[in-house]
Every structure is written in C-alpha cells, then in structure tokens.
T-cell receptor, first 111, second 116 residues
Framework: AQRVTQPEKLLSVFKGAPVELKCNYSYSGSPELFWYVQYSRQRLQLLLR??SRESIKGFTADLNKGETSFHLKKPFAQEEDSAMYYC?????????????FGSGTQLTVLP | EPEVTQTPSHQVTQMGQEVILRCVPI?????FYWYRQILGQKVEFLVS????????KSEIFDDQFSVERPDGSNFTLKIRSTKLEDSAMYFCASSRPGQGKNSPLHFGNGTRLTVT
C-alpha cells in the first residue's frame, strides 16, 4: 500500500526567504506525485504534478526516486503563499484514481 | 473556470439520522470521488465512481455509506445512520479522461458534517 509522509505540520518562514516543504513517499511501483494547496476558506486545488515539470507560482518539485521524495520548493516566499499544502500520490499504472494524501503542512509566510 | 459545487456547506444532524451530501461535478468529467477530512487529520479517500458504478472504495466506506448519480449532473453521498465519528469535512472531486490515466482531481469546497 502507498503512503505519503509530510514530516512538518507547521512551517513558518519570512517573506523573501526560501521555503522547502518536505514530502516522502513509499510505494513499491511507479507513482505519480502531486502537490495540492488549500488557501484559507478555499477549496483544495492542484498546484503541480511531477510529470508536468512545471513551475507554478514560483514553486517547483522534483521527484527523487532514490530518496523517494517530492519536496516542494520556492526560492523567495511571498505572504500570499501562506496556505495548507498537501503532497499526494497515485499509482501511475493504477486503474483507480485514488489519491493518497499526506497529512499536510501549514505554511505561514511572515512579513 | 468550471467548478465542482457542493451543497450544503454545513450540515448538522443528530446521531442515527440519515444525511445526503450533494455534489455537482464539472460537466464533462466522468470520474467522481468522495474524500473526507476529520478535523486535524489527513484527507482520506472514501470512494471513486465511474460509468455508474463504484470503481474502488476504502475500508471507511462501509455499508452505512452509499453513492449515487441520480441524474446527469448530481453525485450524492448518503450516510444511512450517522455516528459521532462521521463528523468531518466531506469533499467531492471529479476528473476527466484525456489527460492521461491519472488526470488531476478538481475538488469542491466541501460540506462540513457535524453529528451531535
């Protein structure tokens, strides 16, 4: 069974500082990894997925299969980045589209 | 941009009562899901639904739960006899084919269910 671990429940950084939200996963097969974000009082929304290799709102995430990690990074945090961030995994070859979520990291960017 | 909509935003019910949570997925989506999040805990998968039947369900999704797509637009989650531990935020999500096997999920705003 797959599992996603986000070791930090809370993370605070100052505006302009780099930020890294950690995500580790365990899955025996080939996974697809996502980051979802939930701003205050808003819905969960997709931030980025590893197969797209995009940078969204300045965030990037690289899948490291050796370390089974998919850390989310941004070089210069902004106050509007304050939100709850969830790392999620789905088996790449699975027929079910069941996302397994990590427990989330609440990011607060301080002025 | 089209959105998944959920009603009501907050539902309070007494233990033992039946509740129906409603969702309108994005219109060209074909895969539908329910997730829940108990306060302070992670978002958990309940059930996925495709082609008018359940594709997969978790251990949480026991006989108390059922899903239905009664018409072309609504997707409902019914809890037959609510328990205190059913209190949670329930999220509906949908996705469409054509973006690869694991097309991203679009979530609704959630329904907060409080069982007293």
């Amino acid at each position: 069974a797959q599992r996603v671990t986000q070791p930090e429940k809370l993370l605070s950084v100052f505006k302009g500082a780099p930020v890294e939200l950690k995500c580790n996963y365990s899955y025996s097969g080939s996974p697809e990894l996502f980051w979802y974000v939930q701003y205050s009082r808003q819905r969960l929304q997709l931030l980025l997925r590893h197969i797209s290799r995009e940078s969204i709102k300045g965030f990037t995430a690289d899948l490291n299969k050796g370390e089974t990690s998919f850390h989310l990074k941004k070089p210069f945090a902004q106050e509007e980045d304050s939100a709850m961030y969830y790392c999620a995994l789905v088996p790449f070859s699975g027929s079910a589209r069941q996302l397994t979520f990590g427990s989330g990291t609440q990011l607060t960017v301080l002025p | 941009e089209p959105e998944v909509t959920q009603t009501p935003s907050h539902q309070v019910t007494q233990m033992g009562q039946e509740v129906i949570l409603r969702c309108v997925p994005i219109s060209n989506h074909l895969y539908f899901y329910w997730y829940r999040q108990i306060l302070g805990q992670k978002v958990e998968f309940l059930v996925s639904f495709y082609n008018n039947e359940i594709s997969e369900k978790s251990e949480i999704f026991d006989d108390q739960f059922s899903v239905e797509r009664p018409d072309g637009s609504n997707f409902t989650l019914k809890i037959r006899s609510t328990k205190l531990e059913d209190s949670a935020m329930y999220f509906c999500a949908s996705s469409r084919p054509g973006q690869g096997k694991n097309s991203p999920l679009h979530f609704g705003n959630g329904t907060r269910l409080t069982v007293t």
